[in-house]
Nanobody, 123 residues
Framework: QVQLVESGGGLVQAGGSLRLSCTAS????????MGWFRQAPGQEREFVVI????????NYADSVKGRVTISRDNAKNTVYLQMNDLKPEDTAVYYC????????????????WGQGTQVTVSS
């Protein structure tokens, strides 16, 4: 059974930084696309960044481009989301997700989801 466990969320002031982690188990981590998504209260889940299995293709949402970096450590089955210069509008529950295959471009392409970690940015 595949499990994704996120950590690293919290409360931070605007302009601050956080690093989220997501550790996977139950599947060969390195063979699948990974992504980070977020959902603010009353809004639909949206993608933050997605990366294919090899790392050769990475897509960032325009709203976070230049402030957020995804990385993965296949030896640790872990994907990270480094977030800098955080803004109040970044406040949301952040989810990591594992794709159905090596490439996953849309929400429906992601098969497994973590439980989410809350990020709150105060102004």
């Amino acid at each position: 059974q595949v499990q994704l466990v996120e950590s690293g969320g919290g409360l931070v002031q605007a302009g601050g930084s956080l690093r989220l982690s997501c550790t996977a188990s139950g599947r060969t981590f390195s063979s699948y696309a990974m992504g980070w998504f977020r959902q603010a209260p009353g809004q639909e889940r949206e993608f933050v960044v997605i990366r294919n299995w090899s790392g050769s293709s990475t897509n960032y949402a325009d709203s976070v481009k230049g402030r957020v970096t995804i990385s993965r450590d296949n030896a640790k089955n872990t994907v990270y989301l480094q977030m800098n210069d955080l803004k109040p509008e970044d406040t949301a529950v952040y989810y990591c997700a594992m794709g159905r295959g090596r490439y996953a471009l849309t929400l429906s392409d992601y098969e497994y989801w973590g439980q989410g970690t809350q990020v709150t940015v105060s102004s």
